[in-house]
């Protein structure tokens, strides 16, 4: 039977080459249409890639494993035929990672797959600041995040923060929203700040600072300080040492 069959599988085989010979790629959570998984922080990925000739040359084909382009090393036992990996758990660094499966033969002969790796802003909680009078006052939130966040905003004791009347400057880097003043003063900046971050898939996170103003301490400079004692020393001395000749005088 198998004898029979050789030469007719030998002229399919020639015609699919060119057609189906290939790698491909299956995972779990699904690829999607533009070869994209979706995928979160602290989840697991994972990956097979088959030689995809659909006969029994390719079976033992050996598949190379590339992340963002450096080879992945693989145990011998998964390297023929089919190959997985799996990317446990999931971390920043992998968003945007590209995962290539190729031919060992052929590295022209490959698929690939790239991780979205989606998370929110790490806000919560409630951080007591305390600042003195007339120094500078830093707040700063965390609002990187994977969909980039739709809004940020700050308030102040509820209501939206007045950049203008407390002197405020307010920065964003992608990484960071800062909101700054150069000289607090109790009635302008005391009170309980907060800044929410909106994530068009994770809602609302945020975070509270409740600033405290403290007195200024007072610094009194020391070289004058120590001019004076001297001075005041100087003339008690002086004082004493003149009265004392007027008191031997009487005593003549
Ligand atoms: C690698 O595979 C490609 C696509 O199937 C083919 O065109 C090419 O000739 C192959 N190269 C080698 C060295 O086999
Ligand atoms: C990643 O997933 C998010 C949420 O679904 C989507 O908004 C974003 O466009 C995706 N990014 C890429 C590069 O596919
Ligand atoms: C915010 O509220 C606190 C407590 O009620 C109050 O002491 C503070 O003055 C308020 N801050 C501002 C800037 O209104």
């Not at 080879?71 to 011998?76: A, H, K, N, Q, W």
């Not at 920065?171 to 909101?179: P, V």
């Amino acid at each position: 039977m198998k004898l029979m069959f050789r030469p007719l599988l030998f002229h399919f085989l020639l015609l699919c080459a060119i057609q189906t010979f290939g790698v491909k790629i299956q995972s779990d959570p699904e690829v999607n249409s533009e070869g994209v998984i979706q995928t979160e922080l602290e989840k697991i990925v994972s990956l097979v890639c088959h030689s995809d000739g659909g006969h029994e040359a390719q079976v033992d084909e050996e598949l190379v494993w590339l992340r963002n382009g450096a080879v992945v090393s693989l145990t011998e036992e998964n390297k023929k035929g089919h190959s997985s990996v799996c990317v446990s758990p999931v971390i920043y660094e992998d968003d945007g990672a590209t995962f290539t499966c190729h031919l060992g033969k052929n590295a022209t002969v490959k698929a690939s797959v790239t991780l979205n790796v989606t998370y929110h802003p790490q806000l919560s909680g409630l951080e007591e600041v305390a600042v003195e009078e007339e120094a500078e006052l830093v707040l700063r939130c965390d609002i990187w995040a994977n969909p980039t966040v739709s809004s940020v905003s700050w308030t102040l004791n509820g209501s939206a923060v007045d950049l203008v009347a407390g002197g405020f400057s307010l920065t964003n880097d992608g990484f960071t929203s800062q909101l700054t003043t150069n000289s607090v003063e109790r009635s302008l900046h005391e009170g309980t700040y907060q800044c929410t971050v909106k994530s068009p898939i994770y809602g609302e996170h945020s975070k509270q600072f409740s600033v405290t103003v403290t007195g200024k301490t007072l610094k009194v400079p020391l070289m004058p300080m120590i001019a004076g004692i001297v001075v005041v020393c100087l003339t008690t001395l002086f004082a004493v040492v003149s009265r004392w000749k007027k008191i031997t005088k009487c005593c003549k």
